[in-house]
Structure formats: C-alpha cells, structure tokens
C-alpha cells in the first residue's frame, strides 16, 4: 500500500520559512515524479511545485515562483518543498503527490495517481 506522509507544517509569521518534508513509502520512488500541491479554505487545488524522476527538472506555479524551492533525496523516499518569503495568501493545506511509475512531472493535478493526507500551512500577518 502507497503512503504519503507530509510533515513540517505550522504558523509562522509573514516573511518567513518553512519546510515541507513528504516521506513515500513507493518501492521504486526514484521512478516517480512528484508534486506538491496546496488547498486552502473554500478553493480549488493548486499547482505549487513539481519535480522530474532524478530531481534534475523542477517546475513551479507562478505564485511561488522564486519564493519556494522543491527538491528531492531518492536514497530516503523523500521529497522536500523549502517556502521562503512566505505570504498571509500561502496559508493553505499542502499536498505531496505522486505520478505513476515512469511518467514525466506536470502541473495537472488529476494526473497524479498518489496523494498524502496534508500539512497545515498557516501564515500570519
């Protein structure tokens, strides 16, 4: 069974850092790509970030652009989203998500086939 845990959420004030850790329990996690995406209050999902298979290619919404960095360690099951310059408007729930073996990373969020349960992210002005 595929697991998803999210962790390192929480308040902080405006302007500052938070990062987001999203542990996987995939057998191959180095054949998927991952995402992370985010939620909040009476919203649709949104597109934050995503990164290619060997962690080479990255891609951003574009209202995180230059603000937040994705990365991730293929040899801990790990993919990371590292927010600076945090805004009052990036206060959400976020979402690690995982593509299905061997594909490509994209910003569409129904084509993403493994989701975690989220992490609050709350900002304060």
């Known amino acids: 069974q595929v697991q998803l845990v999210e962790s390192g959420g929480g308040l902080v004030q405006a302007g500052g850092s938070l990062r987001l850790s999203c542990a996987a329990s995939l057998h191959t996690f180095s054949m998927h790509a991952m995402g992370w995406f985010r939620q909040a209050s009476g919203t649709e999902r949104e597109f934050v970030a995503a990164?290619?298979?060997?962690?080479?290619?990255?891609s951003y919404g574009d209202s995180v652009k230059g603000r937040f960095t994705i990365s991730r360690d293929n040899a801990k099951n790990t993919v990371y989203l590292q927010m600076s310059g945090l805004k009052p408007e990036d206060t959400a729930v976020y979402f690690c998500a995982a593509r299905p073996w061997g594909a490509g990373y994209t910003y569409k969020s129904n084509e993403y086939a493994y989701w975690g349960q989220g992490t609050q992210v709350t900002v304060s002005s």
């Open positions: 990164v290619s298979r060997s962690g080479g290619s990255t």
